[in-house]
């Protein structure tokens, strides 16, 4: 019999939580389990593409426990997306960078600051920065053997390389990830190696999942459990995942602090250019609010102020080399011509010598549909927009570009976005096969193009989810 005060239904409602719980717990457990494999299955330097299996298994987990999750709320659904949330996260500590090697010119450049020297003035194969090389950077002789490791000039006539890519170039990441990379190293235990970029990669993409979970509750495990996560911020360790943390929290700082979003949003860009797309979603619905310009102008101000800022000691200190090799990446990627895999998608429809250009075009077209029809009081969906097309425009090859998106997805609620970063999985780790990419891209506008078609022709499926609210966490 029900005690007195509780009603049958909250009796029957018991066993109906716990299966709620179970049905999510289960899939979250195979998932943290897959991922503990995927992390050991395979590197860049052995078999990159040997990793598409068992990363594809973990997508598929991810989207049965993200669904089955749909059915908790309350305490139950917030521990949850925390538990799994740590226990997604810690799966990237399990080995050493997998599929990128990027990491280890963010210890050098640390290092290099670390030494009072600008890492804009000398790339890494630069005989003057011999005293802080070490055998974990540089290594020697036997140690040299691999398709990760990068030949060097040896004085002696000994067999020396190093794991730092593009060894002779100057570094290409902005002065607010320079500033992180000194602070990682000066907090870094002695012969700690790459584990304390993991360890602070992890923070930050546990830190973006509680501020997901403050402000979009719902859909905070859309980031907490995606295996992006695991996988490109904290096993590869890359510097985007601040740019992500800062992103999101501009974009809820713009609607109410427009200057504070807008200096956020510069301290993003001085992470890594990319989250400076997302600037026309701030500025959401001002050509049609002619009352906004101050407050857009406050923005578009706060946020170049910031960036200027970032900037000014290395531009005092190394003059004209902080833009590194900027261009030579651009260029060397195939964004300033049609060369490689870039512009896939645009390419099977027109001619190559179209393909910069009409690219230009989408981006700005899609910027302007948002500057005039977006929602002010919902920033995160015109960033996901603008951000979303961008990618399909121009099929970038790195997958740990699209954790920006991961981040826009779990703030506005369109689940068809998240094919994005599939695609830019796919077109990484399947480079080897030059179509797998482009198929993957076309897939994933496909899936863009068709969940649009479906809400626009479905009036339940018009509203999208509705902005996120500050709750109180239990």
Known sequence: MPRSGQGPSEVRSAPGRVIGVAGAAVPLVALVGALAVTMRAGSLATDPAGLLGPYTICWALFAVTVWRLRRLSGRAAVFLVVAGGIAVTATGLLAPPATSTDSFR?????RVQAAGLSPYDRAPADPALAPLRDRWLFP???ACRGRDRYPLPSATG???CTRINRPTVHTIYPPLAQAYFWVVDRLSPEGSRHKPLQAGGAVLAFATTL???RVAPARAAWWAWCPAVPVEAVNNAHVDVLGVLLTVVALIAVVRHGVLGGALLGAATAV???PAVTLPGALSGLLTRPRRVPDALAVVGAAVLVVALAYLPYVLASRASVLGYLFGYVNEEGYGDTGGNRYAVLRLLLPDSWAVPAALAVVAAAAVVVLWRGD???PW????????VAFLAFTPGYSWYALLVVALVALDGRWEWLAVPVAGAVAYLGRAEPTAGTAAYVAAALVVAGAAAVRLRSPAGRALPPPPQRVQQP
């Open 272 to 274: 890594k250019l990319l």
């Open 381 to 388: 969906q015109g960033a996901l927009t603008v951000t979303g």
């Open 140 to 142: 020697e002789g036997a």
């Open 376 to 378: 002010a009081e919902r």
């Open 211 to 213: 501020v997901l979970l």
């Open 158 to 160: 000994a067999r020396s």
């Open 106 to 110: 963010y210890a050098w450049d640390g």
